[in-house]
């Protein structure tokens, strides 16, 4: 699956939005990728995840792992397509962390996945619950590459279906709230 053919299936699904975004980050920016708009059919979460997959194949993972909500769909999928267990991760008292009986073996190789990255900061605490709980962070795969290359993840090596170069602002420095553009509501638009 070539990029391209994930920026089709993200456009007909209408995921990639235009407009003035608040990011859960808290930057600004004029294009949003909303992920549910092409999770919620199960075909092309399917062959993302088959993409995903494919692309660590080599790796000998053991468990993928991903962040509450997005993470857990993207984890089910990717790790049926290795063959392997799915779990994820999801906050406790604001700290991200394993529930619900899950855990790692010592030494257990894991491939961490994410739908949409922007600074990368979900990643890195998902990466410290993998380590905190024995297990070795063998790759990360995503949907979405939004860091313009500047995420940074340690060392672990990374993949991403699609990257998009879309820049981001701090509220304080957003052009667009300078020009008045009113926040647009995230969610399924037109049609």
């Known amino acids: 699956m070539t990029e391209q053919d994930v920026k089709d299936i993200l456009i007909e699904t209408q995921a990639i939005m235009e407009g003035h975004f608040l990011l859960t980050s808290g930057l ?18 399917e062959q993302l995840c088959q993409a995903l997959a494919e692309r660590f194949t080599d790796k000998n993972i053991q468990t993928v792992v991903g962040p509450v909500t997005g993470g857990i769909l993207l984890a089910h999928e990717t790790g049926k397509a290795l063959g392997t267990r799915a779990i994820f991760t999801e906050r406790e008292n604001g700290k991200m962390t394993f529930r619900r ?14 739908d949409i990255v922007t600074t990368g900061g979900s990643i890195r605490e998902v990466l410290n619950v993998v380590k905190q709980h024995g297990g070795i962070p063998v790759g990360i795969g995503m949907l979405v590459d939004r860091s313009g290359g500047h995420a940074d ?22 052009p667009l709230c300078r020009d008045g553009v009113p926040m647009t509501k995230r969610g399924r638009t037109g049609k």
Request: proline share 9%; glycine share 10%; hydrophobic share 35%.
């Open 28 to 45: 600004h920016s004029p294009v949003y990728v909303e992920k549910f708009n092409v999770l919620q059919h199960p075909r092309y979460t």
């Open 101 to 114: 009986g899950f855990h790692l073996e010592p030494g257990e190789r894991v491939l961490i996945v994410e």
């Open 153 to 174: 993840f340690g060392g672990v090596p990374y993949e991403a279906l699609l990257h998009l170069d879309v820049q981001a602002f701090k509220p304080e420095g957003c």
